[in-house]
């Protein structure tokens, strides 16, 4: 399985960024996704996770402004990112899990894409 995140980029505070992850090779394999992000100098948090049945579940920090979605007929999974903060600032993660669960802990997903990195100026 293989993961490509997209659509980071500069956007100023209050402003909305869409970012996607596409999964290629055994995408049947794959039953829960996760986006995380990371800030400089610190530890990789948990942003929101999505299962195949569309369960979700979301950071408090990003819960009402940040919402999830999956297309499963382009094995793709959207973050629709809206009312962007400064401290929204990081490299954002996708990652894909063959267990049907909201997974916190990072280490419960086999599967990482590369990381797509979203700036929000105040």
């Known amino acids: 399985v293989q993961l490509q995140a997209s659509g980071g980029g500069l956007v100023h505070a209050g402003e909305s960024l869409r970012l996607s992850c596409a999964a290629s090779g055994s995408t049947t394999s794959i039953r829960s996704m996760g986006w995380y992000r990371q800030a400089p100098g610190k530890q990789r948090e948990l942003v929101a996770t999505?299962?195949?049945?569309?369960?979700?579940t979301y950071a408090d920090s990003v819960q009402g402004r940040f919402t999830l979605s999956r297309d499963n007929a382009k094995h793709t999974v959207y973050l629709q990112m809206n009312s962007l903060k400064s401290e929204d600032t990081a490299v954002y993660y996708c990652?894909?899990?063959?267990?049907?669960?909201?997974?916190?802990?990072?280490?419960?997903?086999?599967?990482w894409g590369q990381g797509t990195e979203v700036t929000v100026s105040s």
């Open positions: 990652a894909g899990s063959g267990i049907l669960a909201l997974w916190v802990l990072a280490d419960k997903y086999s599967y």
């Open positions: 999505i299962t195949s049945t569309r369960s979700t």
